[in-house]
């Protein structure tokens, strides 16, 4: 049996490339269709701006005539200035369960890095650590939250069999509704907030929607300083902040956004986001024409969310503000009858997040891995 692979070099053959998981995973009841607009311009070098300071190659592989996988190989200049090290990534992998292709999709990556004076092939991330990364290798039972990645089991084989090892493992942990219901856990957490806003003097707000361009910034200015010693942190420029805010806006629900402050100044900051692929399952990546009636119905539905950022400015780490965050979002969720949240991703060394989420009663229920091959 014949295997091909082609590059796309125009809109006609990435459109096929974005197509295929649509039917790939057509009939698992866990594969959360992506909207089709959001992975078109997550892949469009004109309106998303991470490809000012990266390139991209795309490729798909056909068997007999079908395509039956696609990967893209990516150089990310300013995760190579950050690190001072030569490491390209690959991203966006989907392939069937046959090692000859993925073998051959895998390769051309490779070469891609290796032309590119690149040593080291790090993946999946799609496109970056501050997109959709990591391979899922625990928790095959349950859909995706928003963002979070899914595939076939078998992927860990192909992985194996072209000589990836484990770097970092993603965690994501589950914290259920019934931790209200623990009226010493919650006692504590309230007296342990409270204690920490009077020492610290600080003042939690909510984000203030009708000044969305401004609080974006703040947020940048807090992102940047609490996650910059963090494995797989790439500072983001001011433009792919604004790209990424911009497409979490529609799903932002203000009571789950909250920011510390101390003297009018931003020092930390909390995101929890209802899970939106609870809306858009079903959909099939389209909300136009009819899909949008399904998606607000589904919308009013939702009861489960995803703490995707929580941290604060360096200076203030180990004063437990992220104790405060914690409680409010729990007694928010209780509010609006939410079952339960991820909170993901959380690094697999990251201590004192775990700590913190375990003390809450959160366990890891979902595990995802990021893998890197030596090209020398």
Known sequence: MSIQITEVENESDKNKFIE?????YSGDKNWVEPLRFDVKNNLSEKKNPFYKHSKMKLWFAKKNGKIVGRIAGIINDNHNEFYKDKTAFFGFFECINDKAVSK??????ANFARENGMDTLRGPVSPSTNDECGLLVDGFDSPPVMLMTYNPKYYMDLMDDYGFKKVKDLLAFWISKDVIKNEQLMSKLDRISEMIIKKENLTIRKVN????VNEVQKVREVYNNAWQDNWGFVPMTEDEFKFIAANLKLAVDPDYVEFAEIDGKPIGFSLALPDVNQAIKGLNGKLFPFGIFKFLANKKKINQLRVIIMGVKQEFHKKGIDAVFYRNIIKEGNRKGVRGAEISWVLEDNLPM?????????????????YDKELL
Request: aromatic share 22%.
């Open 20 to 24: 295929f998981p649509y039917e790939f």
């Open 104 to 109: 051959m999709l895998f390769d051309q990556a």
């Open 209 to 212: 929607m009708k000044d969305f």
């Open 354 to 370: 775990k700590q913190t989420a375990e003390k809450l009663g959160a366990e890891v229920y979902k595990t995802y891995r990021i």
